[in-house]
Each structure stands twice: as structure tokens, then as C-alpha cells.
């Protein structure tokens, strides 16, 4: 039987799996779609994103930051506002999420 994956050398990679493990965790890829579709503020994520709590969507977003995926900015401002972005790394993650959206839509079932 041929490779699926060009490079694949084995069945298992941990980085697939860890990478795997960090995007399917539940609300990490909705937030990152969010955050690609340009929701930077976290009252804004929250509000886009349906019954996510408070706790959970800032303990998602302190996890990507420990992955480098988003930045936290403190903007200077009355009050102080506080923004989340993209790094590239998170950028990068784009094509994926795009791909997950389109699969999703053709075979995914509304719930």
C-alpha cells in the first residue's frame, strides 16, 4: 500500500500528534477560525463564540499564547484594552483551518 503522506516516515509522529492534540482541543480551533476572521478583543471572542465561558476561553488563550500561536497586547488606552493576535506561527494555522471549514461544510453535520 503506498504513503498517504509524502515524507511520512511512520505511522505515528509526535509532532503530528501534539500539533493534533493542541488544534482539536475543544474551542482551540473555533477561537483560532475567530481570530483569523479578525476577532482580536476577548469580549468579542467570547460573544462569537457560543457558549464558551470566561474561564475556559481565557485558559485556551493563555495556552496558545504558550505555544507562540497568539500574542497578548495591552493597548495603552482609558480603559486599558487588552487585544489578542496571530503570530505567524498562528497565520500559519490559516490553510488548515480553511481546509477543516471547507471539510466540514461538505461532510460535517450540523449540531
Known amino acids: 500500500m ?3 503522506l509524502e515524507g511520512a516516515r511512520s505511522p505515528f509522529c509526535p509532532k503530528f500528534h501534539h500539533a493534533v492534540e493542541l488544534i482539536g ?14 476577532v482580536e478583543r476577548f469580549t468579542d471572542l467570547s460573544n462569537t463564540i457560543p457558549d464558551i465561558s470566561d474561564r475556559m476561553l481565557s485558559e ?3 495556552e496558545l499564547e504558550e505555544e507562540g500561536i497568539v ?5 495603552a ?5 487588552i487585544e489578542y493576535h496571530l503570530t505567524p506561527k498562528g497565520w500559519a494555522l490559516a490553510r488548515v483551518i480553511r481546509d477543516i471549514s471547507a471539510w ?8
Open 2 to 4: 503506498d504513503q498517504l
Open 25 to 38: 482541543r475543544r474551542w482551540t480551533g473555533v477561537i483560532i477560525r475567530a481570530m483569523l476572521n479578525g
Open 60 to 62: 485556551r488563550l493563555k
Open 71 to 75: 500574542e497578548k497586547k495591552v493597548v
Open 77 to 81: 488606552a482609558t480603559p486599558v484594552r
Open 104 to 111: 466540514a461544510e461538505e461532510w460535517g453535520e450540523s449540531g
